[in-house]
């Protein structure tokens, strides 16, 4: 008999992207509803560099997600080539920054300000090492001579091996991995590398984004890769392996944004994110794994105690909205129009 029901410790998103204003007040109901803590990401504009600055943040999101009290959300640095260890130092040990986030100048939406060369925030990393602090990579080359869909292998060659070498007891976690080579790369390394999967890079390939009419809405960076490279990921994934664990990266953009001559890189997949996920695992054979996957190897890597709390989803059909939000700002779930086949209680 098929399973109807599951219920598992409530999980947590370790990789999120909140917006600031209007946006942040908009979509930041979606995490807090489903998950006990989220890494919050430091990409605004101007990006999050200080402490004073996350505190700021952290309290216009617990603002924006009053109705969930108990809801924690994490805050990040936004790491520049001409960053203060002193201040990410203090920022971490007055409990405002619980992990750093290395962008590659250029990688993704608002990275402009980010790092030019690795070497040049060695000070902060190796100070970050002797915290236990994470630093969170998003691992991309930027180079124009490299395509688009290599970046990340490029990456884990030019840039991961050579870091992990120098820096062997720095905690990385190698955010929203798309391809093969990251998987067996995270596998093959230590206790002190894990890595972050979300729930698009578990379900669509590059042809579900190009085939039939470039689909905007699937956009995002790093970029969807080949059948192969989506297998590999759900291999992962639902291997019981520890150092595989939730993150959406789910990056809101409202529709003008998204549909232009040039449009912005995100998907916007927190508002379903646990059913989506679970059906996954549910396809694999892997439900047994989910609640590791979702629930526990992100709190033991980052050091943290699992939720107290119980979340159940069943087997309940739900169709998800064309389109969310309000004027300017509405924007287009993912999975828009389709019919989910599990639904987490109480919503």
Not at 112 to 123: F, L, P, Q, S
Not at 126 to 143: I, K, S
């Amino acid at each position: 008999m098929a399973i109807q029901s599951i219920t598992i410790t409530q999980p947590d998103d370790w990789h999120v992207h909140l917006r600031d204003g209007a946006m942040l007040q908009q979509v930041a109901g979606y995490t807090a509803r489903q998950f006990g803590r989220a890494i919050i990401m430091p990409n605004l504009t101007p990006p999050v560099t200080t402490a004073a600055m996350a505190a700021a943040y952290r309290d216009r999101i617990k603002a924006a997600t009053a109705d969930y009290p108990d809801f924690e959300p994490l805050m990040t640095a936004y790491l520049t080539d001409d960053m203060d260890p002193e201040e990410i130092v203090r920022g971490h040990a007055d409990g405002v920054f619980t992990a750093a986030k290395l962008y590659p100048a250029n990688a993704t939406t608002n990275s402009a300000a980010g790092v030019t060369d690795v070497k040049k925030i060695y000070a902060v990393l190796e100070a970050m090492q002797r915290m236990g602090m994470p630093l969170l990579v998003h691992g991309e080359v930027v180079n124009d001579a490299i395509d688009v869909f290599d970046r990340e292998a490029a990456f884990i060659d030019q840039v991961m091996q050579p870091l992990l070498k120098d820096l062997p007891e720095l905690k990385v976690v190698f955010e929203h991995i798309t391809t093969q080579d990251a998987a067996d790369f995270v596998t093959a390394g230590d206790e002190h590398l894990a890595a972050t999967i979300t729930v698009h890079h578990l379900q669509i390939n590059r042809n579900d984004m190009l085939v039939g009419g470039i689909k905007p809405h699937l956009y995002c960076l790093p970029i969807a890769k080949r059948e192969l490279h989506r297998q590999a990921l759900r291999r992962a994934a639902t291997s019981g392996s520890g150092k595989f664990f939730l993150g959406t990266d789910t990056a809101p953009h409202a529709i003008g944004d998204k549909e232009s001559a040039c449009g912005c890189a995100g998907i916007f997949s927190a508002p379903q994110a646990l059913e989506n996920y679970l059906q996954v695992f549910e396809e694999e054979g892997a439900l047994d794994r989910f609640e590791g996957f979702a629930s526990l190897y992100g709190p033991a890597f980052y050091g943290l105690p699992v939720n107290d709390k119980k979340v159940t989803l069943s087997k309940a059909k739900q169709v998800v909205p064309e389109r969310m939000g309000q004027g300017p700002l509405t924007v287009v779930p993912y999975r828009s129009g389709q019919t989910l086949v599990w639904q987490l209680q109480g919503e």
